[in-house]
């Protein structure tokens, strides 16, 4: 059984970090059913454990927040779905790339629901799309947006952190960082798509496309 939270409002990091601290440990002590927390935070920025300092261009925009999740600096806020996954790979195989590719595949799954078709890119973390309505790069490629951030920490085989999907956030509060380490592309949101997508919406497909890529 995995359990699924919905959280209402914005939820503080610190709480946040607990709660998947609290609930891992006894889902590997088998105390506690997996599960998959879905939450948002406020405006902040979140260091990973890869993470440089000099990609954090505006340090006094936001709270910051140093994470054990695997990844460099990225944003999380209002408009910005958050789901932490807590789940037990003592169950379900330990093998890390197979549970990052998991995840991917729930992601690209999800975006696919409203048909967009999300992409995974080598060397780059998280989920991109391609944009056909940008002009062409200097190199004369078609521009790519990120639209979705993976990071997660495991503990006794089971895992913490998660990923995020931009549904509707500010998007020029991505400028105070440069996400994941990359320059050359940039972040978009369902909504900047085109799309009206709410988060009530996502959450379906949320749930939908976890059932199909994790089989629970």
Known sequence: MVEWIISDGLTDYDTAVAFMETRAAAVAAGEADECIWLI?????????????????????RFPVYASKRGGQYTYHGPGQRVAYVMLDLNKRGRDVRVFVKNLEEWVIATLAEFSVSGEIREGRVGVWVTRDDKPLTVSGQKPEDKIAAIGIRLR??????????????????FSGIVPCGITEHGVTSLVDLGLPVTMD???????HAFDQTFGD
Do not use: C, M
């Open 40 to 60: 948002e935070h406020p405006p902040l920025y979140t260091a990973g454990t890869s993470a440089r300092s000099q990609d954090l261009t505006d340090p006094d």
């Open 156 to 173: 006794k085989w089971v895992s913490f952190h998660g990923i995020s999907i931009n549904v509707e956030p500010d998007l020029e509060h």
């Open 201 to 207: 919406d996502l959450d379906v497909a949320l749930r």
